[in-house]
Structures are given as C-alpha cells and as structure tokens.
C-alpha cells in the first residue's frame, strides 16, 4: 500500500508539473480578452466549430467535417474568459497525452460537460481519432450571457 501511495503521489507530481508548463494564467481586462479571444480564433482558423452546444445546452458533433483518413495533431489549446474573476487561462496539452488520456470513460464529450457543468450530455462520443479525422482547426467556440468563453481548437 505504501509503495502505491508513492507511486500515485509521483504521477500525480509529474502530471501537475507538465501542466503548469503547458498553461498561461493572467488576470485581464475585457479589451485584452477581447484580443486574445480573436488571435485564439484566428489561430484556429476559418471554418465552423467541430462540436457546437445550443441554447439547451445539448451538445452536438458536426461528423460531416471529418475526412475519411487522420491528420496528425500536434497540440490540443484550450481558451477560456471568465469576466467576473478577470482571469484568462491557456492551456495548450500536446496531442500525444490527449491520445494517452482520452478513452471511454472520458472523451469529448467528459470534458466538454465538465466545463459547461451539464452532466446530462455525456453521450456525445468523440475521440481522439474522430479529433484527428476532423483535422486542425476549431473544435469548440462557446459565449455564455456572462460574457465567459471557450474556445477548443486542435494544430
């Protein structure tokens, strides 16, 4: 028991320590979030959003902009605004431990409840081999009436 309760509390060390890597907080104001909501999308590039969430909070996956053979991905980036805490958060989580992390229990759908705090959705099954058929580009682009957003986008 003691040698896996080390083990874990490595893993968990080493997890923790390749994420503050891959990750940019700040504090902004809304003009710089302004910005930096526009250089995301632009970096994500033309094109409708992979994975859409309508006004009920349903989320849906637009299959018809796979292709029928993968594209290696480098990096999966994520955006988010939360205005009323003036915080900007950046993650950008290469794609290798998106392959390694993604599975049935939690996929696309997992993350993507978890940040709009919806659990009832969990059915939308996207992995990362739908990910890589969709190929680089914008995978989610969500505005709550808060002003907070999200934007998803593979390279």
């Given at each position: 028991?003691?040698l896996?309760?080390?083990?874990?509390?490595?893993?968990?060390?080493?997890?923790?320590?390749?994420?503050?890597?891959?990750?940019?907080?700040?504090?902004?104001?809304?003009?710089?979030?302004?910005?930096?909501?526009?250089?995301?999308?632009?970096?994500?590039?033309?094109?409708?959003?992979?994975?859409?969430i309508?006004?009920?909070?349903?989320?849906?996956?637009?299959?018809?902009?796979?292709?029928?053979?993968?594209v290696?991905?480098?990096?999966?980036?994520?955006?988010?605004?939360?205005?009323?805490e003036?915080?900007?958060?950046?993650?950008?989580?290469?794609?290798?431990f998106?392959?390694?992390?993604?599975?049935?229990?939690?996929?696309?759908?997992?993350?993507?409840?978890?940040?709009?705090g919806?659990w009832?959705?969990?059915?939308l099954?996207?992995?990362?081999?739908?990910?890589?058929?969709?190929?680089?580009?914008?995978?989610?682009?969500?505005?709550?009436?808060?002003?907070?957003?999200?934007?998803?986008?593979?390279r």
């Amino acid at each position: 028991l003691g040698l896996i309760a080390v083990l874990g509390a490595a893993g968990l060390g080493t997890f923790l320590l390749m994420l503050r890597g891959w990750s940019d907080v700040r504090t902004a104001d809304g003009e710089e979030a302004t910005d930096a909501i526009e250089s995301a999308l632009q970096e994500a590039g033309p094109g409708p959003a992979y994975v859409t969430i309508d006004g009920s909070v349903t989320v849906h996956a637009r299959r018809d902009l796979e292709g029928p053979e993968p594209v290696d991905l480098e990096t999966l980036s994520v955006f988010a605004w939360r205005p009323a805490e003036e915080r900007l958060v950046r993650v950008d989580v290469p794609f290798w431990f998106v392959r390694l992390k993604m599975n049935d229990a939690f996929n696309l759908g997992t993350l993507t409840a978890l940040l709009v705090g919806d659990w009832t959705n969990l059915d939308l099954d996207v992995t990362e081999d739908d990910l890589m058929r969709r190929g680089p580009g914008l995978v989610l682009d969500q505005a709550w009436t808060d002003g907070a957003r999200l934007v998803l986008w593979t390279r």
